[in-house]
């Protein structure tokens, strides 16, 4: 097993106020209700940001907890990488936006665009700029307010999601064997179009007749990516685990991307963890895309499920296809 060069300093995460029901998206017209979406999904509610609750004002909340818990001054962050499909402004950065926020004057900063993985591949990138010696200590969130594109009249889509944000803040390990054990990643760029936004960008600028048939929103063809995050997934847990040379009885909490039970179920059983070793909660957020991982490791420190000595697999699959998976010791 390698020696980690980073570990894991502070976790932090910020939900909006306002919490959205499976009854309240059906009051909105919608041809769903509470047990379809409980059945097939496992979310019970997601949180909805107002116009105030931007993103940058989102990710600088979570960030300040995990700062402070980590006992790290604004000057001392030496870069920011913010996973984000849903950025405030199309140029700059959102993280650039997040640094002002918060102050962190020397850092450099930038969005890492892996949607769903976004938090995942952004801490394996935090973590080879401190192996390269770039950085000592990084600010890695990952934050959506993806509320603002999704297509609110498209059932299939709009019940999964939700808005939040998740900050971590990496340090360089200095001895000792806690830290990040090890890392996968992996992409599939023939796939785009089972999961993504048509129009907006170069090849179809926004438009009224885009506008009007929702293609600068999520679009998705659901059981396709289901099938492909259930096998992807699998393959991240089992590259992550032989990289550590560990096995799912090593594992104290798996913490996968939180998108549907299903897809978390089918890991889990791959991988041999047993349900009370895994962590839950897109039953109260929904789908967070990026920010679904961070929120959880926040949530599952401050349950206590992971604490001093834990050894914690991540997994995450999401657009384009992207997936990847860590093992970390705490
Ligand atoms: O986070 C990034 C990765 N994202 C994911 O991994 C999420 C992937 N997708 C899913 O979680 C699931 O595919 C869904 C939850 C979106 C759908 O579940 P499913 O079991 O795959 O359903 P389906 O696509 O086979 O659709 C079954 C039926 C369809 O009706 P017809 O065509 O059979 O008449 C859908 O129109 O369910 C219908 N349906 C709904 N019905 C009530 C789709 N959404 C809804 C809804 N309420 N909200």
Not at 13 to 33: E, F, K, Q, W
Not at 137 to 157: C, F, H, M, Q, Y
Request: aromatic share 6%; hydrophobic share 45%.
């Amino acid at each position: 097993m390698k020696r980690p060069v980073a570990y894991i300093a502070g976790t932090g995460h910020a939900v909006p106020r306002r919490a959205v029901s499976n009854a309240d998206i059906a009051a909105m017209g919608l041809d769903t209700d509470d047990a379809w979406i409980v059945e097939r999904t496992g979310i019970r509610q997601r949180y909805i940001a107002g116009p105030d609750e931007t993103l940058t004002a989102l990710a600088a909340q979570a960030s300040r907890q995990a700062m402070e818990q980590a006992g790290v001054q604004p000057g001392e962050i030496d870069v920011i990488v913010l996973g984000t499909a849903s950025p405030d402004h199309l140029l700059p950065a959102t993280a650039v936006e997040v640094q002002a926020a918060l102050g962190c004057t020397r850092a450099a900063a930038f969005d890492l665009g892996a949607a769903c993985t976004g938090w995942l591949y952004s801490a394996i990138v935090a973590e080879s700029l401190i192996a390269a010696g770039t950085a000592d200590t990084v600010l890695v969130i990952g934050a959506e307010k993806l509320s603002s594109i999704v297509n609110w009249k498209d059932r299939n889509t709009c019940v999964l999601f939700g808005d939040g944000a998740g900050a971590t803040v990496l340090r360089r390990a200095r001895g000792g064997h806690r830290g990040i054990l090890s890392s996968f990643m992996r992409s599939d760029g023939a796939l785009t179009q089972l999961l993504w936004r048509p129009a907006g960008g170069n090849v179809e600028p926004l438009s009224p007749e885009a506008m009007a048939e929702g293609r600068h929103c999520i679009q998705m063809a659901g059981g396709e990516v289901v099938e492909h995050a259930v096998r992807s997934m699998a393959e991240a847990t089992d590259r992550a685990l032989d990289a550590a040379r560990l096995t799912a009885n090593d594992i104290d909490l798996l913490i996968p991307h939180q998108a549907n039970v299903r897809i978390i179920d089918a890991t889990a059983k791959h991988a041999g963890i047993p349900p009370e070793r895994v962590f839950i909660n897109v039953d109260r957020y929904g789908t967070t895309s990026a920010a679904t991982i961070p929120i959880a490791l926040n949530e599952a420190i401050q349950q206590g499920r992971v604490k001093e000595g834990s050894t914690v697999l991540f997994a995450a699959f999401g657009a384009g296809f992207t997936w990847g998976s860590l093992v970390v010791r705490f």
